[in-house]
């Protein structure tokens, strides 16, 4: 049954931008410092300090504006954003508004079925950040203005999206996006990447758009997927029971799973914008465009589409490895590294990525990335292993040598003589003992149970601490166990 109502959705997400200082002094801009110590008389607003615009706020939003295919602007104003809270001491905020850097953009994100759905992007501008405002139970509220300043930047979607889900993917796009490019850590639970939602719901079919609310304190993707879910549905039991929407803004209670309301909608014309007199115009050259233009990375969704094509991955396997930029410049410097590269080899190198590398790194309490073992070291375990000079138990025991140690795996091979056994006489002693001791496993297989023969390999394989060839011991076990006894003749 088609929904009788049809949800359209817009997103607004700030970025923190990854500079060193602030976006108009040089007050550092790290995370975690104790309250109130990055702070000068520019970002506390004192009377007579100027501000003065970083420039690798700039360049850093002409990367993401190149990436999502936007028109840069040549010239563009920074304006006034006045409106009053404990944590804005200056009593307005430095953004952009009737001239923004980057405008009429799009972005590709890929659906839970494979489909691509292109989402409109209306503007990308330059702000600063406001401060923390602490709302203690014993001294009431806090403020922290370490972040006054922080530059960040606002993507402003088209209200292309129809779903929550299609809202929680084309925020993970954002996210994979911005990390790629190396302009936002992407961490959401710091606050360096966060996200308003604009919904409304209309009768299906209709063209208008019907009143809209604004939610907040959305800090992760369940909470936008869980605060849209059920503000669709708030909006449709209204206009169900004959009521009206009211347009306000409101906040995602993650505790109670509900949105309740914060404050009547604000509109341009509240915040009196007006341009800001401190500061002269953007103005960006052709040449500045094309150079950040030929530095752009390869993006996510269509890396993640060569690596189908050229390396013949599963679909699941190219998305995993392409999430994050390291990883994937991981996986194409263990091929590359590869002696006899192969469709089969460059799945043996994405599984050891998806398991042993990932888990590695999910072990790891760094914000920064840092594979621990290098390509070619990966790509010999993988070499080792589809030649058969060491099974798969001996490649995980040399795969953990060579991340501690930092040795190389054929050298840890031949240190400690690990080389895969294929001498049939011995493994097949192995096999006869095995066999002998087992026959209540034996007389299972042969009573059509042939799962009882792993367990008889395994015994095989611990035996001969797993040296043996398993390909050659399963060889050796499915013909002694088809042997069978001979009749007793008179």
């Given at each position: 049954?088609?929904?009788?109502?049809?949800?359209?959705?817009?997103?607004?997400?700030h970025?923190?931008?990854?500079?060193?200082t602030?976006?108009?002094?040089?007050?550092?801009?790290e995370?975690?410092?104790?309250?109130?110590?990055h702070?000068?008389?520019?970002?506390?607003?004192?009377p007579?300090?100027?501000?003065?615009?970083?420039?690798?706020?700039?360049?850093l939003?002409?990367?993401i504006?190149?990436a999502?295919?936007?028109?840069?602007r040549r010239?563009?104003l920074?304006?006034?954003?006045?409106?009053?809270?404990?944590?804005l001491?200056?009593?307005?905020?430095?953004s952009?508004?009737?001239?923004?850097?980057?405008?009429?953009?799009?972005?590709?994100?890929?659906?839970?079925?494979?489909?691509?759905k292109?989402?409109?992007?209306?503007?990308?501008?330059?702000?600063?950040d406001?401060?923390?405002s602490?709302?203690?139970v014993?001294?009431?509220?806090l403020?922290?203005?370490?972040?006054?300043g922080?530059?960040l930047i606002?993507?402003?979607?088209?209200?292309?999206?129809?779903?929550?889900?299609?809202?929680?993917?084309?925020?993970?796009?954002i996210r994979?996006?911005v990390?790629?490019?190396?302009?936002?850590?992407?961490?959401?639970?710091e606050?360096?990447?966060r996200?308003?939602?604009?919904?409304?719901?209309?009768?299906?079919?209709?063209?208008r758009l019907?009143?809209?609310?604004?939610?907040?304190?959305l800090?992760s993707f369940?909470?936008?997927?869980?605060?849209?879910?059920?503000?669709i549905?708030?909006?449709?039991?209204?206009?169900?029971?004959?009521?009206q929407?009211?347009?306000?803004t409101?906040l995602?209670?993650?505790?109670r799973?509900?949105t309740?309301?914060?404050?009547?909608?604000?509109?341009?014309?509240?915040?009196?914008y007006?341009p800001?007199?401190?500061?002269?115009?953007?103005?960006?050259?052709?040449?500045?465009?094309?150079?950040?233009r030929?530095?752009?990375?390869?993006?996510?969704?269509q890396?993640?589409?060569?690596?189908?094509?050229?390396y013949?991955l599963?679909?699941?396997?190219a998305?995993?490895?392409?999430?994050?930029?390291e990883?994937?410049?991981?996986?194409?410097a263990?091929c590359?590294?590869?002696?006899?590269?192969?469709?089969e080899?460059?799945?043996?190198v994405s599984?050891w990525?998806?398991?042993?590398?990932?888990r590695l790194?999910?072990?790891?309490?760094?914000k920064?990335?840092?594979?621990?073992?290098?390509?070619?070291h990966?790509a010999?375990v993988?070499?080792?292993?589809?030649?058969e000079?060491?099974?798969?138990?001996?490649?995980?025991?040399?795969?953990?040598?060579a991340?501690?140690?930092?040795?190389?795996p054929?050298?840890?091979?031949?240190e400690?003589?690990?080389s895969?056994?294929?001498d049939?006489?011995?493994?097949?002693?192995?096999?006869?003992?095995?066999?002998?001791?087992?026959?209540?496993?034996?007389?299972?297989?042969?009573s059509?149970?042939?799962?009882?023969?792993g367990?008889?390999?395994?015994?095989?394989?611990?035996?001969?601490?797993?040296?043996?060839?398993p390909?050659?011991?399963?060889?050796?076990l499915?013909?002694?166990?088809?042997?069978?006894?001979?009749p007793t003749?008179?």
């Open positions: 049954m088609v929904p009788r109502y049809e949800a359209v959705i817009g997103l607004e997400v970025a923190q931008l990854k500079t060193q602030k976006a108009f002094c040089a007050c550092s801009a995370f975690g410092a104790p309250p109130n110590t702070t000068c008389p520019v970002c506390l607003g004192h007579g300090a100027l501000p003065v615009l970083n420039r690798q706020v700039v360049e939003t002409l990367r504006g190149l999502t295919h936007c028109t840069i010239h563009s920074f304006a006034r954003k006045n409106y009053f809270y404990p944590d001491p200056k009593g307005y905020q430095i952009q508004y009737e001239e923004p850097l980057c405008t009429g953009g799009w972005i590709d994100i890929e659906l839970d079925d494979g489909t691509i292109r989402v409109g992007i209306a503007r990308i501008h330059m702000e600063e406001a401060g923390k602490i709302h203690d014993d001294v009431d509220t403020v922290d203005l370490n972040r006054c922080v530059p606002e993507i402003v979607s088209e209200p292309d999206l129809r779903s929550p889900r299609e809202a929680y993917h084309y925020m993970r796009q994979q996006l990390r790629y490019l190396g302009i936002c850590d992407g961490n959401l639970e606050g360096s990447l996200c308003d939602a604009n919904v409304s719901v209309r009768p299906r079919g209709e063209q019907g009143t809209k609310t604004e939610i907040k304190n800090n369940r909470n936008l997927e869980k605060a849209l879910e059920y503000e549905q708030r909006h449709i039991s209204i206009l169900e029971a004959g009521g929407v009211q347009h306000e409101r995602w209670d993650a505790l799973q509900e309740r309301p914060m404050r009547t909608k604000e509109l341009a014309h509240d915040y009196r007006f800001e007199p401190d500061l002269v115009p953007v103005v960006v050259s052709d040449e500045w465009i094309e150079r950040v030929a530095a752009l990375p390869e993006l996510p969704l890396r993640k589409q060569r690596f189908i094509t050229q013949g599963p679909a699941y396997d998305g995993v490895l392409c999430e994050e930029r990883v994937a410049d991981y996986f194409e263990c590359a590294a590869l002696r006899q590269p192969s469709p080899r460059y799945k043996l599984n990525i998806m398991t042993e590398v990932l790194l999910g072990e790891q309490q760094s920064e990335l840092r594979i621990p073992l290098p390509p070619e990966l010999e993988v070499e080792l292993y589809a030649e000079v060491i099974s798969s138990r001996i490649a995980k025991e040399v795969f953990a040598e991340v501690q140690t930092g040795k190389a054929r050298a840890i091979i031949t400690r003589g690990l895969q056994v294929s049939v006489g011995w493994l097949r002693q192995l096999v006869e003992q095995v066999v002998a001791e087992h026959p209540d496993v034996v007389g299972r297989y042969r059509g149970k042939t799962n009882a023969l367990f008889l390999v395994g015994q095989v394989l611990q035996r001969s601490q797993g040296r043996a060839n390909r050659l011991v399963t060889q050796l499915q013909e002694r166990l088809q042997v069978e006894e001979s003749t008179h």
